[in-house]
Every structure is written in C-alpha cells, then in structure tokens.
C-alpha cells in the first residue's frame, strides 16, 4: 500500500529527528519512543477457515489408511491431525506433544517447539499450561499409535508423540495437508484453521465461550470472543425464547 508506505517513512524521519533533539539535549526524552513504528489502523486479517465434522472425517480418511498400512511416519502425521482438531492446540503444542503428557484420559500442554533450519529446534514452556480431555475417537487413535511406537528402539515416555525424536517438519504437515484434502475431496485449509475448526464445532454446539477459552488456552476471554463471537448469531433469539417463557 503506497500511503502506509509514505506514512511509514514519515513516521521514521521524524522519529530520527527527534532523536537527534535529545542528542543535543533540546529535550530529555523521545516521547515517541514508547509508540514505536507506524502502523496501519485496519489490519488485513486471512480469512478463517474450518472443517465441519463431516469434511473433517473425510479429510482424515486417508490419512488413517495411510496409517494403517504405511510407515510409522505416516501413523504420526495422521495423529497430529487427530490431535488438532479434537484438542484445538496450536501446531507448535502438537509438535512437542510427549507421551509423558498423557494421563488419566487427559492431555496435558506445557510445552511448544518452534523449528530452525539448521540446528535444534527450540523448545519453550507454554504460559498457557492447561489439561485437556481427551474424547474417545482421539484416545482409541491415540492407544493404536502408542502400541506401534513401543516396538521402536529408544522409546521412552519422553519421546514425541507425533514425530518420536524429532517434530515433525512444518513442510512434510503442509504436503500432508494438501494431499489428505485432495484425497478426500474437501477444500483446504491452513494448519491452523484445524485449530479454528475445533473452536467452531464447539460453538456451534452451544458450548460456552469460557471452555472454548480454557480449552485453546487463551489468557483471556476477550482474545476468544473477538475470534470467535460471530459463531454465536442466534444467542440474542435463545435469550429473548428464554425470556418469554417467564410468565
């Protein structure tokens, strides 16, 4: 956009000579300083996407037969998608997902992996900790692909639930992706629109937007509602039904 372009430029410049005022000790501080570049007023948002439950089951179709016949590579990007959409959790989360964060029926998130080209990649705690239950599709999914992965040298509790030794790479989770969507017919959507999805088929089930926070693990509410209030169109109608039945 050439006028955010040149307002930037403004911004910057004058920055810069202001900067050079307290140099000069014309004045003591930059007050803008604290308000940093220029920036656009209206952001332009990609538009969120998400799978119903039926598109999700025929998108992860292929992946389960894949699973079942193939590598035990193909078991882990198959749960990965699993976890996606029956936890909401962000790729990062999913990546670092360990075996040892798995009890009693519940998933437990305190960690996210950030990928590097060259070297380790980087793993850092989540401020967002929180458990998550997890539904008996994921569970059964979840049994089988343990079952497999106990018979491989190295395996411990501490190993990676999707990528065993090493998360799986973000552009083998893109390729999966287009192909598991091509294979089934249905469109595709960006990995973290399965996050989307997840937070969509509870609203539309009439889930409250307080779990809906808690399970994707956003530090407030108003983070869910700005996200996600649209998915609530009806509730002015159930509270005014809920309303008239008072007489």
Known sequence: NPVHLLLKMIAQLLLSQINYAVKMEYISINPLGKIGNFK??????????????????????????????????????????????????????TNALRWCDIKDD??????????????????????SVRNI???????????EHKSKREQLDGFSEECLVCGFDRALRDTSIQNRNLSYAKQAGVKTIRIHDFRHSHA????????????????????????????????????????????????
């Open 133 to 143: 239950q997890i539904p008996m599709p994921l569970k059964k999914a979840l049994e």
């Open 106 to 127: 519940e998933m437990c998130i305190t960690r996210s992996v950030a990928q590097k080209l060259k070297g380790v990649d980087r793993v850092t705690a989540r401020s």
């Open 40 to 93: 656009r007023t209206v952001e332009v948002k990609k538009e969120m996407q998400f799978y119903t439950s039926e598109e999700f089951l025929k998108f992860i179709k292929p992946a389960k037969e894949l699973a079942e016949t193939g590598t035990i590579q193909d078991s882990g990007f198959y749960i990965f998608f699993m976890i996606s959409y029956y936890t909401g959790t962000r790729k990062g989360e």
């Open 200 to 247: 969509s088929l509870l609203a539309n089930n009439g889930i409250n937007i307080q779990e809906i926070a808690r399970r994707l693990g956003h530090s407030n509410i108003e983070i869910t509602l700005n996200i996600y209030s649209h998915l609530y169109p009806k509730e002015q109608e159930r509270a005014l039904e809920v309303l008239n039945k008072i007489k």
